[in-house]
């Protein structure tokens, strides 16, 4: 007997985001590893405490560029656009299923306009060093700048020495995308706290 599928796509239902993660997912494994609140502390100073608009979540913003080294996606601007469809990554960031996602002009203002090269470097190494530690690295390699290291005996170990590496190297590559996109749309590159702090002279 021949069956045809229903067809459920217009179909209203109540469901739970958190209950469309399986619990043994690496975004679960890595939200529970990481405070990733200790972001809010390293970005503070960047931010004004009494006046202007409300920002977007810093932690938001990192947790999206982890989302792309991680999963080895070849563009924050590509992984902006996976983040809308993929119910993990919505989970990992605290967006509902209906909820709006940070487009990618979203990241690249704040990137432009707020953090520094500093800070960028700092936040991926705390985060990647957090995330070794809790053992959510690859098992068999670490990735640095278009080549692999192999590991050793004690991955762990390995991971924990070549992190500051990876850290800027992604950073840069992270920066150099934002900044052409900056470029592109006429908005003012990047800065060095250097500059910034010049700036507020």
């Not at 705390?126 to 590991?151: C, Q, R």
């Not at 996109?181 to 003012?188: E, F, P, R, T, V």
Request: proline share 2%; hydrophobic share 35%.
């Amino acid at each position: 007997m021949l069956s045809k599928g229903n067809d459920g796509r217009n179909q209203g239902e109540i469901i739970y985001i958190d209950d469309l993660v399986p619990k043994n997912h690496l975004q679960r494994k890595i939200d529970a590893a990481v405070d990733f609140t200790k972001i809010y502390e390293i970005v503070e100073d960047l931010y004004c405490k009494n006046n202007g608009r409300p920002s977007t979540d810093p932690v938001v913003l990192f947790k999206i560029a982890i989302i792309q080294h991680l999963y080895g996606i070849s563009s924050l601007r590509r992984t902006a656009d996976e983040i809308s469809l993929n119910v993990a990554y919505r989970w990992f960031l605290g967006y509902s299923l209906s909820e709006r996602t940070s487009h990618f002009t979203t990241l690249s203002n704040n990137f432009c306009h707020r953090f520094t090269e500093e800070t960028v470097e700092r936040v991926f190494n705390w985060i990647l060093s957090e995330i070794n530690k809790a053992g959510y690295l690859s098992p068999e390699t670490v990735f640095i700048d278009g080549t692999h290291i192999k590991a050793n005996a004690n991955m762990k170990k390995a991971a924990k020495k070549a992190i500051p590496e990876a850290a800027k190297v992604y950073g840069e590559k992270l920066l150099e995308e934002i900044n052409q996109d900056c470029d592109d749309h006429g908005k003012s590159r990047l800065t060095t706290i250097t500059n910034r702090q010049k700036k507020r002279l």
